[in-house]
Nanobody, 122 residues
Framework: QVRLVESGGGLVQAGGSLRLSCAASGLTFSDFAMGWIRQAPGKEREFVAAISWNGGTTPYADSVKGRFTISRDNAKNTVYLQMNRLKPEDTAVYYC???????????????WGPGTQVTVSS
């Protein structure tokens, strides 16, 4: 079956950086667009970034544009989210998700990982 597993979350001070990874299995990775979605305590899920199958399309939420970079390695079935200049408001559980097409909808993904916690202290 399809499995997405995130890693790389943790506790970091404001201004710091983290790199999230998401390893996919059970699907033809290059057939899928990938996305990162986050959910802070007490808030709705929020689209963060997505990447098309070949990396040619990479939309970002305005709140992370210029600070976060999404990338993928189809040979390793892995998608990444490099997060720089982190802010306390970036604190959330970050989910990796897969869909045949790039979508900015927080619920428009077919497959989801369990999530990884990112906490940014002030």
């Amino acid at each position: 079956q399809v499995r997405l597993v995130e890693s790389g979350g943790g506790l970091v001070q404001a201004g710091g950086s983290l790199r999230l990874s998401c390893a996919a299995s059970g699907l033809t990775f290059s057939d899928f667009a990938m996305g990162w979605i986050r959910q802070a305590p007490g808030k709705e899920r929020e689209f963060v970034a997505a990447i098309s199958w070949n990396g040619g399309t990479t939309p970002y939420a305005d709140s992370v544009k210029g600070r976060f970079t999404i990338s993928r390695d189809n040979a390793k079935n892995t998608v990444y989210l490099q997060m720089n200049r982190l802010k306390p408001e970036d604190t959330a559980v970050y989910y990796c998700a897969a869909n045949p097409r790039v979508t900015l909808s927080t619920y428009g993904y077919d497959y989801w990982g369990p999530g990884t916690q990112v906490t940014v202290s002030s």
